[in-house]
C-alpha cells in the first residue's frame, strides 16, 4: 500500500511512521523542513494531566476582554474572513459547562497512554532528547493554589492516575531552587514528561526513512485530486505528482485551505504563540514549569531554557511580534530567582491548529474513500501526537475502527 502524507509536522510525521512499521510504503511531504512549523519552538510537554480544552466555561468573557487587552496571554483578532465567525460562533457554543466536562473526558480518555506511547517511539530505536521530571504548575499566589488543587480532584475523577505532589512556601525552594523567593508553592505532576520537540521530529523522520518511507522537503502540495480506482494524486509546487492509495492531510492550520477545493469543510483557526531559547546565567529551573498567573511555559532542555507563551487566535501572520516576546520573557523570568538569558539560541513563532470545540479532528473523510485527516490537537499536538500516529495507522492500515477516536470525527462539525 503507498501513502502519502501532507504535512510532516509532529502529527503527520507520527502517522507516517506507524504506517511505516505496518508496511505502507510512506511519502512524507512538507512545503517548510520537517518539524519546523508549530513541532518547533513549543515548549514540549508530554502531559495527559493539561490535556483539556480551551473551549470552557468563561470563554465568552475572556474573548471580549481580550479585544483590548496587551498584557493578557490570550488574545482574539478577529479574521475578516467569514469562516472566522462560523468558528467562534462554533468555539462559544463548546463552552458550555456540560460540553466542555464532555470534551474533557474525551481528551483525558485519549491522552491516558500518552507516556505509553512515548516508551514505545523509545522501545523501537525512534531516537529524541526526553527529560523525565515530570512538571510542575508553580504559584505567586496562595490562593490560586488552593483553588487549582481541586483540578486534582475533577482530573482523578476522569481517570488520572499519575501521582502529584504539593509544595508550599520554602519547601517550594527547597524542591526547585531556580524559584523566586516569593513564590507561594507549587504542584509537581511527577509522572509526567517533556522532550525537546524539534529532536522528536527529527527522530521521526529519520525513523521513516530507515522504513524505507521518504520525507520530501520544501515542496508545497498546491492541488489535491482524486482520481479513478480509488487513487489519490497530489501536485506540489516544483511539479512532482505523487499517486497513492492512501492520503493523509496533517498540514497543521493550512489544512483548511487545501481541503477546501474539494468541498471538504475543516473548521480551523490559528493559535499564534512564540518562544525565545537561550543559554543563560544564574540556576536554571530542573523542572518544566507552568507558570500559572502568566500562563508562560519554561522548558529547561540541557544547558538551554525557552519560555513559550501566548494564544492569540485569528492571527495567521508569521511575524515575530517582539512585544508579545517581551512580555512572556518578562513574566516567565518574574518566577525566576536569578536566572537569565545571555546567550539567544532562537526565537520562534508557531500557529496551534485549533478547531472549533478545541478538540483534534481525526479520521477518514466521509464519502472519501482513501482520504484521512489528522489535525486540530491545539495545545496538545505533541502530547497527543504519537498515539493520534498509532490509532490512526490502525484505521488506516487494517480498517479497525478506534473507539478512542470517535469523539474526535470530522462529522460532528
Ligand atoms: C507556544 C506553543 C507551545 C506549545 N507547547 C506544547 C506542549 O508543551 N505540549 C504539546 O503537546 N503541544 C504544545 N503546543 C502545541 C503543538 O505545538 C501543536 O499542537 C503541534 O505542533 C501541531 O502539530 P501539527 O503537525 O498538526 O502541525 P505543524 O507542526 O504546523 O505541521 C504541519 C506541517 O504541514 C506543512 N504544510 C502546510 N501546508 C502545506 C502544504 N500545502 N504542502 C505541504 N506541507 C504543508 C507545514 O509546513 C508544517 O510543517 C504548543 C504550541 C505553541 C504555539
Partial sequence: MRTTVIGAGVIGLSCAYELSELGHTVTVIDADAAGAAASAGNAGWVTPFLSTPRAAPGAVRDAVRSFT?????????????????????????????????????????????????????????????????????????????????????????????????????????????????????????????????????????????????????????????????????????????????????????????????????????????????????????????????????????????RLSGTFDIGNRDFTLNHKRLDMVVRQGLSYLADWHPTNLDVEWVGHRPTSADDLPIIGPVPGRTGLYVATGHGTLGVTLGPVTGALAAREIAHGQTQPQLEPFRLTRF
Fill in 69 to 305: 487587552s496587551t498584557e493578557g496571554p490570550a488574545r482574539m483578532r478577529p479574521h475578516p474572513e467569514l469562516g472566522f465567525a462560523d468558528w467562534i460562533t462554533k468555539f462559544l457554543r463548546a463552552s458550555t459547562k456540560k460540553g466542555n466536562r464532555k470534551s474533557t473526558a474525551a481528551l483525558q480518555e485519549f491522552a491516558r497512554d500518552a507516556h505509553a506511547h512515548f516508551d514505545a517511539l523509545l522501545d523501537r530505536g525512534v531516537s529524541f532528547d526526553q527529560y523525565t521530571d515530570g512538571l510542575a504548575v508553580v504559584f505567586k499566589d496562595e490562593q490560586n493554589l488552593r483553588h487549582y488543587e481541586q483540578t486534582v480532584t475533577t482530573m482523578r475523577s476522569l481517570g488520572y492516575v499519575g501521582s502529584v505532589r504539593v509544595y508550599r512556601g520554602e519547601e517550594t525552594r527547597a524542591f526547585d531552587p531556580a524559584l523566586h523567593p516569593d513564590i507561594a508553592g507549587a504542584l509537581h505532576l511527577e509522572t509526567e514528561r517533556h522532550v525537546r520537540p524539534e529532536t522528536l521530529c527529527q527522530g521521526l523522520a529519520k525513523a521513516i526513512e530507515n522504513n524505507g518511507g521518504e520525507v520530501v522537503e520544501h515542496d508545497a502540495v498546491d492541488r489535491i485530486t482524486e482520481r479513478p480506482a480509488r487513487q489519490w494524486s497530489v501536485t506540489t509546487a516544483s511539479g512532482r505528482t505523487v499517486v497513492s492509495d492512501n492520503l493523509v492531510v496533517a498540514a497543521g492550520f493550512p489544512t483548511r485551505t487545501l481541503l477546501a477545493p474539494l468541498g471538504v469543510k475543516v473548521p480551523l483557526e490559528a493559535a499564534k504563540g512564540t518562544s525565545m531559547t537561550a543559554r543563560g546565567e544564574g540556576t536554571a529551573p530542573s523542572h518544566p514549569l507552568k507558570l500559572y498567573e502568566n500562563m508562560v511555559a519554561c522548558s529547561p532542555f540541557g544547558n538551554a531554557v
